[in-house]
T-cell receptor, first 115, second 109 residues
Framework: GAVVSQHPSWVICKSGTSVKIECRSLDFQATTMFWYRQFPKQSLMLMATSNEGSKATYEQGVEKDKFLINHASLTLSTLTVTSAHPEDSSFYIC???????????FGDGTRLSIL | QKEVEQDPGPLSVPEGAIVSLNCTYSNSAFQYFMWYRQYSRKGPELLMYTYSSGNKEDGRFTAQVDKSSKYISLFIRDSQPSDSATYLCAIDNFNKFYFGSGTKLNVKP
């Protein structure tokens, strides 16, 4: 149980394009979803927290207009990297949680490469 | 002071060894503790989830929480090469999560 699917797993695109990453909780309804960024050999860096039907809460230093998060249903959240540039290249991971006091379950991540 | 501190390793052990991974934390009010395993280029996988103090065992894995010392541990018995990964401790303080920096473990056949 508690499976989180993230798609795509790897995307390469040209500078200036927008990229959408999907995160789905397959066998539970997630009241809260989280988006992380991870640089090589470093720990997870929380970008934003989203609750279904509400605006996402972004961490300090994360550009809201750059990283658009939509949490339209209890099983789907999307992260759109707008006008992506090479410095946005990274490993992006989502997680989902049923409710407070429950652990987060992670997707397998998306490797984003901007040329 | 960071909320969670974890030795980054790397830790290298022979197959069959008992592995001890540890984290310390700063706030005695924390109650929910987790251990995740992360293989290279994959998302973290939940291994253990404990509430408050005590031990929890699942197969070869034992999670231990010592609230008096603010110390959490993960023990791996009979370690296997497939256990080679980065292990992250994590604390859930309701809507605020704190992750350790991860300990890289290498189990040599």
């Amino acid at each position: 149980g508690a499976v989180v699917s993230q798609h795509p797993s790897w995307v390469i695109c040209k500078s200036g394009t927008s990229v959408k990453i999907e995160c789905r909780s397959l066998d539970f309804q997630a009241t809260t979803m989280f988006w992380y960024r991870q640089f090589p050999k470093q720990s997870l860096m929380l970008m934003a927290t989203s609750n279904e039907g509400s605006k996402a809460t972004y961490e300090q230093g994360v550009e809201k207009d750059k990283f658009l998060i939509n949490h339209a249903s209890l099983t789907l959240s999307t992260l759109t990297v707008t006008s992506a540039h090479p410095e946005d290249s990274s490993f992006y991971i989502c997680s989902a949680r049923l409710q407070g006091g429950q652990p987060q379950h992670f997707g397998d991540g998306t490797r984003l490469s901007i040329l | 002071q960071k909320e969670v501190e974890q030795d980054p390793g790397p830790l290298s052990v022979p197959e069959g060894a008992i592995v001890s991974l540890n984290c310390t934390y700063s706030n005695s009010a924390f109650q929910y503790f987790m251990w995740y395993r992360q293989y290279s280029r994959k998302g973290p996988e939940l291994l253990m989830y404990t509430y408050s103090s005590g031990n929890k065992e699942d197969g070869r894995f034992t999670a231990q929480v010592d609230k008096s010392s603010k110390y959490i541990s993960l023990f791996i018995r009979d370690s296997q090469p497939s256990d080679s990964a980065t292990y992250l401790c994590a604390i859930d303080n309701f809507n605020k999560f704190y992750f350790g920096s991860g300990t890289k473990l290498n189990v040599k056949p």
